[in-house]
């Protein structure tokens, strides 16, 4: 009977972490490429929580690491965070094809990266799979940040 409870407070325990850190890198995730305090607070949260069990806190994880490669000064430890950023959001994605939130997530990462890295394969791909699914999307405001950001894109030239 104790294994049980003590099972059961954990597992609730690690929920209610991953709920958490979903909503604090879903609110903060365009800061994350912005500013370097936010990204490593960002970063140490998901050192602190057990993501095993959520692919879409995975493809986050790889987002978040991106966006450490985007902030550290060390050259070698930039390309570590974007490799291991990039493995992360490409396994989520390919565990999960069908996610429209992972799909915009990649779709926004890889319009605002440099070309030379090679990472921007997936633009056209991934629009089209967002708006031809956006209606499908649960959030109001999920929908209207993906008009606003793919309409801003394609004004500058990006999509």
Same mark, same amino acid.
């Given at each position: 009977?104790?294994?049980?409870?003590?099972?059961?407070?954990?597992?609730?325990?690690?929920?209610?972490?991953?709920?958490?850190?979903?909503?604090?890198?879903?609110?903060?995730?365009?800061?994350?490429?912005?500013?370097?305090?936010?990204?490593?607070?960002?970063?140490?949260?998901?050192?602190?929580?057990?993501?095993?069990?959520?692919n879409?806190?995975?493809?986050?994880?790889?987002?978040?690491?991106?966006?450490?490669a985007?902030?550290?000064?060390?050259?070698?430890k930039?390309m570590?965070?974007?490799?291991?950023? !990039?493995e992360?959001?490409?396994?989520?994605? &390919? @565990?999960? +094809?069908a996610?429209?939130?992972?799909?915009?997530? %990649?779709?926004? /990462?890889?319009?605002?990266?440099?070309?030379?890295?090679?990472?921007?394969?997936?633009?056209?791909?991934? !629009?089209?799979?967002?708006?031809?699914n956006? &209606? @499908?999307? +649960?959030?109001?405001?999920?929908?209207?940040?993906? %008009?606003?950001? /793919?309409?801003?894109?394609?004004?500058?030239g990006?999509?």
């Amino acid at each position: 009977m104790r294994a049980l409870l003590a099972f059961f407070i954990l597992w609730s325990t690690t929920v209610v972490a991953q709920d958490q850190l979903l909503a604090s890198v879903r609110q903060n995730i365009g800061d994350v490429f912005k500013s370097d305090t936010i990204c490593k607070k960002m970063h140490a949260a998901f050192e602190k929580t057990d993501i095993s069990k959520s692919n879409l806190l995975l493809g986050y994880k790889g987002a978040v690491e991106l966006g450490m490669a985007r902030h550290d000064p060390n050259v070698f430890k930039k390309m570590g965070y974007f490799n291991d950023g !990039k493995e992360k959001l490409e396994k989520s994605i &390919e @565990k999960d +094809p069908a996610n429209i939130e992972l799909r915009f997530l %990649r779709l926004t /990462i890889q319009t605002h990266m440099p070309a030379f890295l090679g990472y921007g394969e997936n633009k056209e791909n991934d !629009k089209a799979f967002v708006l031809a699914n956006l &209606e @499908k999307a +649960p959030s109001e405001d999920f929908k209207k940040r993906v %008009r606003g950001f /793919i309409k801003h894109a394609e004004a500058e030239g990006k999509l």
